[in-house]
């Protein structure tokens, strides 16, 4: 659905190129995900995709098609869900998203009170933007970006500014999205919404890709084939994970005690991020 080849570009002024010759893919239907800090090039790479950033180097297609050879009819095939809110303050959430639906053939709108329910903003429909908190804002972003029925899907941090339960509205509701077919292309510098959603995911530094794979590979890759086992008294034992129902080591020292966990020691996205990069995601 995505084909990107050596694409580079320099914002005017710039001593560095901010992307440097990046390519990858993204398949219809897939999740992939950038990861990597801020200033990485994540969101340069999306600005280029949904054509707000023109005068790049190399390859970009949309499906068939080169992406400078869309027209408008571009903007209702792909949706974005930005990083920051861009809402028009004074008027109320239903004229905000009434004035963005009018871009767009009717046909192809959801109806507004159904996406207003879906992130539990149905109460405040009415309500002025101006009065909105920084998570309702995001919410209202999310639902902006969805409303028209896109196929591609462009989400720079999707969760930034969001509390533990409604974060986790929108990461089910991406989801959501995938299994109805859609592509989807996040950027976060957060390895936990990348390790639940992304089929792939590529760390990117200094606007240069350094790894593409995914998350349940490099995991695996980068950790070890082992498991730790902790009784209730405490004590504590590591053993390969490979053949482990007949490791007789093992069964000796689960009958002890009574087993209180235990866990694969595979490493972590952002510890794998780390080693591969030397950089940390929050820099």
Not at 244 to 261: P, S, V
């Amino acid at each position: 659905m995505i084909h990107v080849r050596q694409l580079s570009f320099s914002y005017p002024g710039a001593a560095e190129k901010a992307l440097k010759n990046v390519s990858f893919d993204i398949e219809s239907g897939e999740i992939f995900g950038f990861l990597g800090p801020s200033g990485a090039g994540k969101t340069t790479t999306q600005k280029i995709l949904y054509k707000i950033l023109h005068g790049y180097e190399g390859e970009v297609r949309i499906g068939q098609k080169p992406l400078q050879d869309w027209d408008q009819s571009y903007f209702e095939r792909i949706g974005v869900g930005f990083e920051l809110p861009n809402h028009y303050l004074k008027l109320t959430a239903r004229e905000n998203l009434q004035l963005f639906g009018s871009f767009y053939p009717p046909g192809r709108l959801r109806r507004l009170e159904e996406l207003f329910e879906l992130v539990g903003l149905e109460a405040h429909i009415d309500q002025r933007v101006e009065t909105y908190s920084k998570g309702m804002k995001m919410r209202l972003n999310f639902i902006r970006a969805i409303m028209h029925d896109p196929q591609i899907l462009f989400f720079d941090e999707p969760t930034a500014g969001l509390d533990p339960i409604n974060a986790r509205k929108i990461l089910d509701h991406i989801r959501q999205l995938k299994t109805a077919g859609k592509t989807i292309f996040i950027t976060t510098h957060n390895m936990y919404t990348a390790d639940e959603l992304c089929d792939q995911v590529a760390f990117i530094v200094e606007g240069e890709l350094r790894l593409t794979d995914a998350p349940a590979h490099l995991k695996q890759t980068y950790g070890k084939n082992q498991v730790m086992v902790e009784l209730q008294q405490g004590a504590q034992q590591t053993f390969p994970l490979e053949g482990l129902g007949q490791n007789e080591a093992f069964l000796a020292f689960i009958r002890q005690d009574e087993l209180k966990r235990i866990h694969t020691l595979e490493a972590s996205l952002e510890e794998v991020f780390i080693r591969v990069t030397g950089q940390t995601l929050l820099a």
